[in-house]
């Protein structure tokens, strides 16, 4: 009976030993997505997932969202449809910092990135889904709304903003995902995750680590039907962005040229110099609108206006698929070619 008893115990204990176990098959790294921002946003968690998180990245990724966008009666929305009234408007608190630091990186970068191109973007109809093209517009549209647009670089900020004409129009659909990006990582480490990736859609900002190694990930090649997804891999550390702009991200072909979503602020036309720019940064409002400038730039401008906007990880892609890694890149990044 006692040795029974005993077998009982030590059974009891084992099942225990195995219950508190995480079983086999538990993943280290946990996933969670939300469709918001326009793309996937996807969180990775080596660690366990604090309760009630989940709502409160989706509550705070609704809010922005409305807050930032050009459609509907956000912020933005409304800001933007004052000026085309009255030409000019308040600018709310809640739009203010992500003015100015885009207005601090459109000075830098030359003009390069500047989400003053608004109406140039609707012309082309990259500004939602649904406006798509299937040709580009009359040349006469584009060079009418670019003899009339203002410039972000040259705005007075002040508690009212009053642009040059009323036919300008603000999008910041080439920073705001990284200043959402930056939001949310705050959120994240507020409410005490430490091992985290924020990825939307590609482009991301890491917490801490994978349990025994740095985070990696994978920067896409511009042209996967070159039979490769991954064109790059790269370490990234706790508090870093990796941010990519791509001719291959909003496109259409029309006579076998391809349109594509990045604008040349002086020419009004998707700029034909690159295919891809990726760059790395801790602050990944700033690192989404550089990869915007750096795009634009090309390779013959690229390390110029990176040492302007204190960038020094970045790589560009050129229209003909060289590769151009910075030097502080290139201790960071392996590439696959
Ligand atoms: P991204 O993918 O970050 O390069 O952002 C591209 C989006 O930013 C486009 O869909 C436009 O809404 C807007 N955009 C396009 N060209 C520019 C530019 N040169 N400067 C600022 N915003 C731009
Ligand atoms: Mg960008």
Redesign the pocket.
């Known amino acids: 009976m006692k040795q029974t008893l005993i077998g009982l115990a030590l059974c009891a204990l084992l099942a225990w030993g195995v219950w508190r176990q995480p079983p086999a098959t538990a993943p280290i790294v946990q996933h969670r997505e939300i469709f918001a921002l326009g793309t996937l946003v996807q969180l990775s968690f080596a660690q366990s997932v604090p309760p009630q998180l989940m709502p409160a990245v989706e509550q705070a990724l609704s809010r922005f969202e409305t807050r930032w966008s050009?459609h509907g009666d956000g912020d933005l929305a409304r800001l933007n449809q004052l000026i085309e009234q009255q030409g000019s408007a308040e600018l709310p608190q809640s739009l203010r910092p992500g003015f100015v630091i885009?207005q601090q990186a459109?000075r830098n970068?030359g003009?390069?990135?500047?989400?003053?191109?608004?109406a140039?973007?609707r012309l082309w109809g990259?500004?939602d889904e649904d406006h798509f093209r299937s040709a580009p517009p009359a040349a006469s549209a584009i060079d009418g709304l670019l003899k009339a647009r203002g410039s972000l670089c040259t705005l007075e900020l002040g508690p009212r903003i009053t642009p040059p004409t009323p036919s300008t129009q603000f999008?910041?659909?080439?920073?705001a995902?990284?200043r959402a990006v930056d939001e949310i990582v705050a959120l994240l480490r507020a409410r005490g995750v430490h091992d985290a990736i924020v990825n939307a859609g590609g482009?991301l900002k890491v917490i801490g680590s994978r349990p025994d190694r740095p985070w990696r990930i994978g920067i896409r090649h511009p042209r996967p039907d070159a039979g490769q997804e991954i064109i790059a891999s790269l370490e990234v550390h706790d508090g870093e962005a990796v941010?990519?702009?791509?001719d291959y991200?909003?496109f259409f072909i029309h006579e076998n040229r391809r349109y594509h979503?990045?604008?040349?602020?002086r020419t009004g036309l998707?700029?034909d110099l690159s295919q891809s720019?990726t760059v790395l940064h801790r602050s990944a409002e700033l690192a989404?609108?550089a990869?915007?400038?750096l795009?634009?730039a090309g390779p013959d401008d690229a390390a110029q206006t990176m040492q302007d906007l204190g960038i020094s990880h970045y790589l560009l892609i050129d229209a003909q698929g060289r590769q151009l890694i910075s030097p502080a890149m290139a201790q960071r990044i392996e590439t696959s070619e």
């Open positions: 050009v885009a459109c970068s003009g390069l990135f500047d989400p003053g191109i608004g140039l973007v990259f500004d999008d910041f659909g080439a920073s995902k990284g482009d941010f990519s702009s791509g991200e909003r979503h990045i604008l040349d602020p998707p700029t720019a989404d609108a990869a915007t400038a795009f634009v």
